[in-house]
C-alpha cells in the first residue's frame, strides 16, 4: 500500500534521467483508480501539465523516494499538451491514450477497462476496444479532495487526511480519516466502496454509517504497515466484505 501524502515529492526517473517530482494524482469517481500523476517539473514544460498514466509506473522505491517510469523524456516532451490551468477531458484523454498506445480505461466495466487491473502484455492492448458499456470518467484531484468533511448519519466525524493506493492497481483503497476536531480522536479508515455519495460543491462525503458506529473503528496507525489481518478487522467492524474478494471473483470469471 502507498499512500498519497508519502508519494508527494519523489522523485521520477525517467528512462533517460530526472524528469520531477511528485505533485499530485487524479482519479475517477467512480471506481476511485488512479488514473494520472502530475508531476512538477521545475523549470521544464513549465507551461502545461505533465501527465503520467499509472501504465508507465513501472516501480515505486520506498528506500531511494523515487518512482521509475518507463518513458524517456523526448517521449513526454512530445505528448499531447495540457495547460496548467486547464481541466482534463475526455477528447484530451482519447488523444493522451491514442499518443501512448494504451488501452482505455474507460472503454469497459472493469476498473482498467478490459481488465480489473492494469494489464501490462502490450499483445492484448488492441484487443481492449470500446463497447457499449463504455463510461465517460471524471477527474478529481487529490489534492482538491483532502480536507473534505466526511459526514455520516448523525452527524460531521472528521475531514479526509490522505489516501491508500494499492500499487497493482492504483486503485485508492481507502480515505484516511482524521477525527481530532470533532472529538478526541484518532485516525480511521473508509474505504470508497463504503460512501454514500460525494457533495463537490460542499466539499463533503457522506457515508452510510453512524458516527458512534465510526468512533469505535480500529485505529489507523501512520507508522505501521497495513496489513491483510488490519484490513479483514476493519471491514468485519463495519460488516463489509473486503475488495479482495470482488478483485478474486472478477480474475476467476
Aim: avoid cysteine; proline fraction near 5%.
Amino acid at each position: 500500500m502507498l499512500e498519497v501524502k508519502t508519494l508527494a515529492g519523489y522523485k521520477l526517473q525517467s528512462l533517460d534521467g530526472e524528469i520531477g517530482k511528485v505533485r499530485e494524482f487524479y482519479f475517477d469517481d467512480r471506481y476511485w483508480t488512479i488514473r494520472y500523476l502530475v508531476a512538477d517539473t521545475g523549470s521544464w514544460l513549465t507551461d502545461r501539465q505533465v501527465l503520467i498514466s499509472p501504465y508507465a509506473m513501472v516501480g515505486v522505491s520506498r528506500a531511494e523516494q523515487h518512482i521509475m517510469v518507463d518513458l524517456t523524456k523526448k517521449q513526454i516532451e512530445s505528448s499531447p499538451s495540457l495547460s496548467s490551468d486547464e481541466p482534463i477531458s475526455k477528447q484530451f484523454e482519447t488523444y493522451y491514450y491514442g499518443y501512448y498506445g494504451y488501452p482505455t480505461y474507460w472503454a469497459s466495466p472493469y476498473m482498467w477497462g478490459a481488465y480489473p487491473y492494469i494489464q501490462t502484455d502490450r499483445e492484448l492492448w488492441n484487443k481492449s476496444i470500446l463497447n457499449e458499456k463504455a463510461w465517460d470518467p471524471y477527474l478529481r484531484s487529490t489534492h482538491e479532495v483532502t480536507g473534505y468533511h466526511i459526514q455520516a448519519t448523525d452527524g460531521a466525524i472528521g475531514h479526509v487526511e490522505d489516501f491508500i493506493l494499492e500499487e497493482e492497481t492504483w486503485a485508492i483503497r481507502y480515505l484516511v480519516i482524521d477525527t481530532r476536531n470533532w472529538w478526541p480522536g484518532k485516525k480511521i479508515l473508509i474505504s470508497p466502496q463504503w460512501i454514500d455519495r460525494v457533495s463537490w460543491n460542499e466539499s463533503k462525503v457522506f457515508v452510510n454509517l453512524s458516527g458512534e458506529t465510526i468512533k469505535q473503528s480500529p485505529e489507523y496507525q501512520e507508522d505501521v504497515p497495513l496489513t491483510r489481518d488490519d484490513e479483514t478487522r476493519l471491514h468485519g467492524h463495519y460488516h463489509r466484505p473486503g475488495y479482495w474478494e470482488a478483485v478474486a471473483k472478477e480474475l476467476a470469471s
